[in-house]
């Protein structure tokens, strides 16, 4: 990583309010160049605090743009932070009315040239593109990185019409406890107090509405950009990374928008900007490649970015099995299209006599996390353990056979039971019999015909189901295996269905596994510069004696029948920031199930955070508890905020619900 310190541009930053029609204020931090010129402007729009959790990242970005003639501007969203206003639900009609004003604002102030960019990982790449589709006139160009066009089949809420466990309720306890947080009185004023009470009052926990639109219904519709891609007129950078949850989008996007408006990169991140150095690498010059995006369609500088290929993606080598890679050997290559003409379907068919797929209940410890930050235990572990738990298939690889895209299946599937999930794993088993995760797919039976609707499986018929697995660039070397595992549980990842535990009979004969297979061509050559940012804020990590938990500690009770999962998402723990504030925050994720009761199976999540200013004599806590449990035709869930200022509780309250199943 190179620290860049000198910059065409001296610049300056300020703190400011940007109003919006209703007399609401939204808390700024403008980055901006020191010239007389107006200059374009770069927004990034989010609910993650600019003036402490996201300060770190925000430091080595938006000084770097203002360092290159752009005004960088971080906004909070409506209720978050130091921003007026109560908050709502994710990507409500509000929040991106909101951002629309906010770019509208922009492009008035006497120092900006009227052209607009947005920008963001995850929530800010969402909305950059659900603002993108709302067209106003200055918004010219977007970059959208780790982001879904698709907020019910590929966010944290559903995967394959399953109830996502893992993130739904993981997120919803995050997000239940990000806005419980006060505003900070250095930045909000005497007025932070009178704010925070009235927010507390405003909170409900998304997690009753998440769980209470279980099929593709008008909620997930909103916000959802493959709704209408053509609305989009701004032009789209859309990034990812292959251990991110969220690539498909960039295939998807590449695919529908028009490819003068549109381009593609796909590396081996997790779910991080690339050039933050964080694993897996290699990281870029992801920076130097925005600012040739933003000097095309915000300066009209011909930068060559749009001579670049459609699709620029990494495909790694074979790797052994492990949760962590500092880097992933491979190669970078171009697609002047997708689907692309590079790419060429080959059908595996399965091999044997029918098999009854009946896995244990705790099938999915194994998983990994299912957002990857760059964490020692992110990633699935050696799969040898989950193979044993599932029925395989495997298929010698003679030479070696590049996968690019989204792999398919085809089963013959025969259920007794009218409800269950199929989960197809596609790993790369070693020669020693090391089982390495490729990538995995899951499909709710009850979605097989449409994410939109719920059609229960006529107990005792034969069907096909047709799912394809995440998206993936792979080298599978000879002497390899391909393996295809297939299971009927994935716990945490995907909440059990209640009548999972009778599985299904997988029939090998008219079952398939269809692999986008990419040939060697390497004729258009893709590199990119050294990453570099602005220097860091200088943010410091106390020191603590205390041994710290594991990030990922799985425990069987053998006697009971019981798997436990306690995750640690290690958000980042206690640092002290220059302005003086001192913030500490801690998180543990639970995640148990009895081996044969799906049930059984119960989702805890607890935080506890810290704000304090010693020079203000301010100190608030925050604690949260969420959990979820289920019966055969509900699910109950329990949420608890409980916040204090100077060790006086001055707001308790606590949730109960009972919410039908009716997909999951």
Same mark, same amino acid.
Request: net charge negative; glycine share 8%; hydrophobic share 35%.
């Given at each position: 990583?190179?620290?860049?310190?000198?910059?065409?541009?001296?610049?300056?930053?300020?703190?400011?309010?940007?109003?919006?029609?209703?007399?609401?204020?939204?808390?700024?931090?403008?980055?901006?160049?020191?010239?007389?010129?107006?200059?374009?402007?770069?927004?990034?729009?989010?609910?993650?605090?600019?003036?402490?959790?996201?300060?770190?990242?925000?430091?080595?970005?938006?000084?770097?743009?203002?360092?290159?003639?752009?005004?960088?501007?971080?906004?909070?969203?409506?209720?978050?932070?130091?921003?007026?206003?109560?908050?709502?639900?994710?990507?409500?009609?509000?929040?991106?009315?909101?951002?629309?004003?906010?770019?509208n604002w922009l492009a008035a102030q006497p120092w900006c040239s009227g052209e607009v960019g947005m920008f963001g990982i995850s929530w800010g790449g969402f909305n950059s593109l659900q603002i993108a589709a709302l067209a106003p006139e200055p918004l010219k160009a977007v970059v959208t990185v780790c982001?879904?066009?698709?907020?019910?089949?590929?966010?944290?809420?559903?995967?394959?019409?399953?109830?996502?466990?893992?993130?739904?309720?993981?997120?919803?306890?995050?997000?239940?406890?990000?806005?419980?947080?006060?505003?900070?009185?250095?930045?909000?004023?005497?007025?932070?107090?009178?704010?925070?009470?009235?927010?507390?009052?405003?909170?409900?926990?998304?997690?009753?509405?998440?769980?209470?639109?279980?099929?593709?219904?008008?909620?997930?519709?909103?916000?959802?950009?493959?709704?209408?891609?053509?609305?989009?007129?701004?032009?789209?950078?859309?990034?990812?990374?292959?251990?991110?949850?969220?690539?498909?989008?960039?295939?998807?996007?590449?695919?529908?928008?028009?490819?003068?408006?549109?381009?593609?990169?796909?590396?081996?991140?997790?779910?991080?900007?690339p050039d933050r150095g964080l694993p897996p690498g290699p990281a870029i010059g992801f920076l130097q490649e925005t600012l040739r995006w933003w000097d095309h369609h915000l300066k009209g500088i011909d930068t060559g970015v749009m001579r670049e290929p459609l699709l620029r993606s990494y495909i790694s080598?074979?790797?052994?099995?492990?949760?962590?890679?500092?880097?992933?050997?491979?190669?970078?290559?171009?697609?002047?299209a997708w689907p692309s003409p590079h790419v060429t379907t080959i059908s595996y068919g399965l091999q044997g006599a029918p098999v009854l797929v009946r896995s244990p209940q705790h099938t999915g410890v194994d998983a990994g996390r299912f957002f990857p930050f760059g964490n020692d235990a992110d990633l699935?572990?050696? *799969?040898?353990?989950?193979?044993?738990?599932?029925?395989?298939?495997?298929?010698?690889?003679?030479?070696?056979?590049?996968?690019?895209?989204?792999?398919?299946?085809?089963?013959?599937?025969?259920?007794?039971?009218?409800?269950?999930?199929?989960?197809?794993?596609?790993?790369?088993?070693?020669?020693?019999?090391?089982?390495?995760?490729?990538?995995?797919?899951?499909?709710?039976?009850?979605?097989?015909?449409?994410?939109?609707?719920?059609?229960?499986?006529?107990?005792?018929?034969? *069907?096909?189901?047709?799912?394809?697995?995440?998206?993936?660039?792979?080298?599978?070397?000879?002497?390899?295996?391909?393996?295809?595992?297939?299971?009927?549980?994935?716990?945490?990842?995907?909440?059990? *269905?209640?009548?999972?535990?009778?599985?299904?009979?997988?029939?090998?004969?008219?079952?398939?596994?269809?692999?986008?297979?990419?040939?060697?061509?390497?004729?258009?050559?893709?590199?990119?510069?050294?990453?570099?940012?602005?220097?860091?804020?200088?943010?410091?990590?106390?020191?603590?004696?205390?041994?710290?938990?594991?990030?990922?500690?799985?425990?069987?009770?053998?006697?009971?029948?019981?798997?436990?999962?306690?995750?640690?998402?290690?958000?980042?723990?206690?640092?002290?920031?220059?302005?003086?504030?001192?913030?500490?925050?801690?998180?543990?994720?639970?995640?148990?199930?009895?081996?044969?009761?799906?049930?059984?199976?119960?989702?805890?999540?607890?935080?506890?955070?810290?704000?304090?200013?010693?020079?203000?004599?301010?100190?608030?806590?925050?604690?949260?508890?969420?959990?979820?449990?289920?019966?055969?035709?509900?699910?109950?869930?329990?949420?608890?905020?409980?916040?204090?200022?100077?060790?006086?509780?001055?707001?308790?309250?606590?949730?109960?619900?009972?919410?039908?199943?009716?997909?999951?």
């Amino acid at each position: 990583m190179r620290i860049r310190t000198s910059f065409p541009y001296e610049t300056t930053h300020e703190d400011l309010r940007i109003p919006l029609p209703d007399g609401t204020r939204l808390y700024a931090r403008v980055w901006r160049p020191l010239t007389d010129e107006p200059v374009p402007a770069l927004l990034e729009y989010l609910p993650y605090r600019l003036t402490d959790w996201t300060a770190p990242r925000d430091w080595q970005r938006h000084p770097w743009y203002a360092g290159h003639g752009y005004a960088s501007v971080r906004v909070d969203i409506r209720g978050h932070g130091n921003s007026e206003g109560m908050p709502g639900d994710e990507y409500a009609a509000v929040e991106l009315a909101d951002g629309v004003e906010v770019v509208n604002w922009l492009a008035a102030q006497p120092w900006c040239s009227g052209e607009v960019g947005m920008f963001g990982i995850s929530w800010g790449g969402f909305n950059s593109l659900q603002i993108a589709a709302l067209a106003p006139e200055p918004l010219k160009a977007v970059v959208t990185v780790c982001s879904t066009d698709d907020r019910y089949d590929d966010d944290v809420h559903y995967t394959g019409g399953s109830v996502l466990a893992v993130d739904m309720h993981a997120w919803a306890a995050t997000m239940l406890a990000f806005v419980s947080r006060p505003p900070d009185p250095q930045y909000a004023g005497v007025a932070w107090r009178d704010l925070w009470l009235k927010r507390l009052e405003q909170v409900d926990p998304f997690l009753h509405t998440w769980l209470a639109h279980q099929t593709r219904d008008d909620y997930w519709r909103h916000g959802s950009v493959c709704e209408d891609y053509g609305a989009i007129d701004a032009a789209v950078l859309a990034v990812g990374g292959w251990h991110d949850p969220y690539r498909d989008t960039v295939l998807r996007l590449v695919e529908h928008l028009p490819p003068d408006r549109v381009r593609g990169l796909i590396g081996p991140w997790s779910h991080q900007y690339p050039d933050r150095g964080l694993p897996p690498g290699p990281a870029i010059g992801f920076l130097q490649e925005t600012l040739r995006w933003w000097d095309h369609h915000l300066k009209g500088i011909d930068t060559g970015v749009m001579r670049e290929p459609l699709l620029r993606s990494y495909i790694s080598d074979s790797h052994r099995p492990a949760t962590v890679y500092d880097t992933l050997p491979g190669r970078w290559v171009a697609e002047p299209a997708w689907p692309s003409p590079h790419v060429t379907t080959i059908s595996y068919g399965l091999q044997g006599a029918p098999v009854l797929v009946r896995s244990p209940q705790h099938t999915g410890v194994d998983a990994g996390r299912f957002f990857p930050f760059g964490n020692d235990a992110d990633l699935p572990p050696d *799969q040898r353990e989950e193979d044993a738990r599932s029925a395989c298939f495997e298929f010698a690889v003679g030479e070696e056979t590049w996968v690019l895209g989204r792999p398919r299946v085809r089963l013959k599937v025969t259920s007794e039971v009218s409800r269950g999930q199929v989960i197809a794993r596609l790993c790369d088993v070693a020669p020693d019999g090391s089982s390495t995760l490729v990538t995995r797919g899951v499909l709710n039976l009850s979605a097989r015909h449409g994410r939109d609707r719920v059609v229960p499986w006529e107990p005792g018929s034969t *069907q096909e189901v047709v799912f394809e697995l995440n998206g993936i660039g792979h080298a599978f070397p000879p002497g390899h295996r391909i393996r295809l595992a297939v299971s009927s549980a994935y716990w945490p990842w995907v909440w059990p *269905q209640p009548e999972s535990q009778a599985g299904f009979t997988l029939d090998p004969a008219g079952s398939f596994l269809e692999l986008p297979v990419r040939n060697h061509d390497l004729s258009a050559p893709v590199t990119f510069d050294e990453p570099e940012q602005s220097e860091p804020l200088g943010v410091a990590f106390p020191v603590t004696l205390d041994e710290p938990r594991p990030e990922r500690l799985v425990v069987r009770d053998v006697a009971k029948g019981e798997w436990r999962l306690e995750v640690d998402p290690r958000y980042g723990g206690t640092r002290v920031y220059p302005d003086g504030l001192e913030f500490t925050e801690d998180a543990l994720e639970t995640y148990t199930i009895d081996e044969t009761d799906p049930l059984s199976a119960r989702a805890r999540s607890e935080w506890s955070i810290r704000l304090h200013r010693p020079e203000l004599a301010w100190d608030t806590t925050v604690r949260t508890r969420s959990e979820i449990t289920c019966e055969a035709a509900e699910f109950l869930t329990f949420n608890e905020v409980i916040c204090a200022e100077g060790g006086e509780v001055v707001f308790h309250r606590t949730w109960e619900r009972r919410i039908p199943r009716t997909a999951g």
